[in-house]
């Protein structure tokens, strides 16, 4: 980690009219006054260097090598503009970097900017600012990339995602789906409804014009083979996939079709039915009905049936989302009291009204439906250590969004990720979830993930070790987003700031 003042030197020798790194080298196997004379040039360069500031110097701090699952203490950082342009010993890169700005990171331990790799926005029109105003708690909680997974505002979140990367919106690096592809008459709004292979190649070319990130594919009510050739269909046109696997179909259908991620981790508890393709049939017959269907598939799971499936998603590059948080708080509505949640203060009052939906549902529920909704869920959270084991890769992502009861935006992330410990991942491996996962998925890692030069500057300081305990993600210090800094106070701002807008929204509509 420490600089290479070679590349420097190269650099400089360049400009003289040194063609290439080789014939470099070679001068330099040249007699004794040259060398002394590469070493002064060296030194130069160093000091014309350091004459160009940096826009934001980190110093004294730990970094977490999240790809190596280790710490690299006493490290300084240097940003300029949304770029890391240096990181090393602190004392070398202190000398050869000034910065406009300074930030203290002794004692504490720099990350990559976190991912949620499933959001949602939506609710109706009428709820278009209190979304858009979950935006910077995003930030404030460390949370710097996320990824719309399709609501039903899908064309002001495009909007959105073009106004960040704009500098008109303050908010996290925004990727989405847009509207996501269903069937006709679904259940979900804001969707381009498919009831025929041309309507899939219409929606395909839609989404393509709105340059979406990638493509959601859902199964409300479209045809289990018009899913499959949606699948195809996207990613012939060069869109990965994320989506809701249809009961009739088995998982190994969906992969195969060239699914990029799927979402949910009740879809990856499916694949390791024993008896997968026999439901999946007699479910596309007409012979079972979803429960019949969700029942006889948790009593056939198989941990070798389900090792060798999740291996097959490794092969076949396939990413998992799990959307753990989400499910936990469904399966015990009926036993946790969010009444007194202190993140309801930065929720909107129409967006906390849809969370009624499902409390509601959950308060219909018999005592055997109760039970064995928190037995679905212990079985569903015990795969997570089996897909570690097969290799494949987890993205964290939350569901966070309108009707998830309780599923706060922001914070929601780092309960998952102590969700995934709790079910049997490393601390080091719930990081890797949430900051080098999406990136991973999608073919961004040259750019997102680390604390390395020429590196994305979203970063996160946090005051505990999160290698030690997860939960470490929680205690925000500062965030570096796309290189301009938020200390505590910047972010306490962003916070008391959303939570007066709640307010003053509540005091409204008591009116």
């Known amino acids: 980690m420490d600089i290479v003042y070679h590349d420097i030197s190269f650099a400089h020798d360049r400009e003289a009219g040194v063609k290439s790194r080789a014939d470099w080298m070679g001068s330099r196997n040249v007699k004794l006054p040259l060398i002394a004379l590469a070493a002064a040039v060296s030194l130069a360069s160093i000091q014309a260097v350091a ?7 980190i110093r004294h701090a730990t970094v977490i090598d999240v790809e190596h ?43 990559p900017g976190l991912w949620d790799m499933h959001v949602h926005f939506g609710g109706g029109p009428a709820l278009i600012d209190e979304n858009r105003a979950l935006l910077p708690l995003y930030v404030a909680y460390g949370i710097t990339t996320i990824r719309d997974c ?44 498919t009831g025929s292979e041309a309507d899939v190649d219409a929606a395909i070319a839609k989404l393509k014009a709105l340059k979406v990130d990638f493509v959601k594919i859902t199964d409300s009510t479209l045809k289990p083979e018009l899913f499959l050739y949606a699948v195809r269909k996207a990613r012939e046109a060069g869109l990965r996939t994320s989506g809701h696997i249809p009961m009739a179909l088995t998982v190994g259908q969906a992969v195969g079709a060239g699914l990029s991620s799927i979402e949910h981790l009740s879809y990856a508890h499916k694949a390791g039915s024993k008896d997968e393709a026999r439901i999946a049939a007699d479910f596309a017959a007409g012979r079972i009905d979803r429960a019949t269907a969700t029942a ?16 097959k998603l490794k092969d076949h590059h396939v990413f998992v989302t799990p959307t753990l948080n989400i499910e936990r708080l469904l399966a015990y509505l009926d036993t946790d009291d969010h009444s ?77 990720l102590a969700l995934y410990v709790d079910n049997g991942l490393t601390p080091a491996e719930a990081l890797a ?59 306490d701002r962003l916070l008391a700031e959303a939570k007066a807008k709640v307010a003053k929204w509540d005091a409204e509509a008591a009116k």
């Open 69 to 111: 699952a280790r710490t690299i203490p006493d490290q300084g950082v240097a940003t300029r503009g949304d770029r890391i342009v240096a990181v090393g010993a602190d004392a070398a890169v202190a000398k050869a970097w000034g910065a406009t700005r300074e930030v203290d990171g002794k004692g504490r331990y720099l990350i």
């Open 340 to 416: 007194k949640d202190a993140f309801l203060a930065y929720v909107g009052p129409g967006l906390r009204k849809t969370y009624q939906w499902r409390i509601d549902r959950a308060a219909k529920a018999t005592p055997e439906q109760i039970e064995a909704r928190h037995r679905d869920y212990r079985a569903t959270a015990a795969v997570m250590p089996l897909l570690e084991k097969a290799g494949v890769t987890i993205m964290a992502g939350t569901d966070a969004g309108f009707l998830n009861s309780f599923d706060y935006p922001a914070l929601g992330l780092h309960q998952e």
């Open 150 to 193: 399709a609501g039903d505002l899908p064309y002001d979140v495009l909007k959105w995602r073009g106004e960040i990367a704009d500098g008109a919106l303050f908010g996290p690096t925004l990727l989405s789906a847009g509207p996501k592809i269903e069937g006709v008459k679904p259940v979900w709004k804001g969707t381009l409804e």
């Open 51 to 57: 004459r160009e500031k940096a826009d934001v110097l």
């Open 296 to 311: 006889q598939l948790d009593a056939s799971f198989d941990a070798e049936t389900a090792m060798a499936s999740y291996r």
């Open 433 to 491: 979830a949430a900051t080098r996962a999406g990136p991973a998925w999608f073919g961004k890692l040259d750019r997102y993930g680390s604390v390395e030069t020429g590196k994305q500057a979203d970063l996160v300081l946090l005051d505990r070790n999160p290698l030690e305990d997860i939960h470490a993600t929680q205690t925000v210090n500062t965030v570096v987003l796309r290189g301009k800094v938020e200390d505590r106070a910047a972010l």
